[in-house]
């Protein structure tokens, strides 16, 4: 009997610039964030790379995809591996449609036609805070950046809470925060702080100042820079102090992460875990990003 030499059952050899990279997570060495590479949006994610990835998610609060290639759909498809889309109640405006019709689901983050950006989102935020289950993710994609400026940057509430004295903890732990819906007092005299003789409008849902992420069991410090705000068991003045006391030591450097787009990154925020901004840029530049969120529960 012959035996079959064994030259002719190796596989042809595949140059190795078409073999798929290996996923690599990498830390930004910033206080939150990680570089996810070896990953392709477009395509249906493996159990091992999804389970990889929430695990990294919840270490890092953001996951930054680079070099993606996305239609609308696609974008939806990937996203939605990690929650259902969040529909918002009826008191936040529908932003605008995208090119390809998807609205009020993938939102058209942007300085062109059709596009929505505002104010807002230039001061630290949880998104919808205001509401009685904020999202608990938002992804945003970068299609066209301006040279400069147009940078986003994520607080990690995590460490805010860690790196608060013990004393501190002790005494807001129990405290509950009211976050004022910004899209309905719009008014740029409003304060920060809710004046007594000064209502702001719309509807008042409290949520735990320090929350637990239902997730990770980490303990945050629940709270956005510039929306108006009330802790209800507190009178004015202990109140509005405490609060001017709580943002001068959460929003600093130390727990920030600032991320210059590329075109083609996909950054994916828990929004339990983290407040962010977006830093100005020249309006007679593109900015064009396509954004989803998910639905999240009640802060724990
Ligand atoms: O455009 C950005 O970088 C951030 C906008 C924002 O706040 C958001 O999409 O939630
Ligand atoms: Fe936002």
Redesign the pocket.
Known sequence: MTTTATAAITPPLTPSSTLPKPLTITPTGSALGAVVEGIDLSRPLSAAHFHKLTQAWQAHHVLIFKGQRLSDAQLFDAITYFGDVFRPPGHIPVLATNDQGFTPDI?K?SNVKGGY??N??LSA?V?HHWTPRPSKA?A?YARQIPTSG???HWYNLNLGWENLSPDTQRAIESLSLITYNPFVNRDASRPLYREPNNPPKGEAHPHPLVTTHPESGKRLLFLGEATEVEIPELDYASGRALIEELRAHLFTPQHRYE?R?EVGDVVLWD?RATA????AFDENQV?D?R?V?LAGGRPL
């Open positions: 939102v983050v950006t505002g807002g989102e935020h998104d938002s945003l147009g940078d986003t991320h787009w929004n962010h901004y977006r830093s900015r990003m954004r969120s």
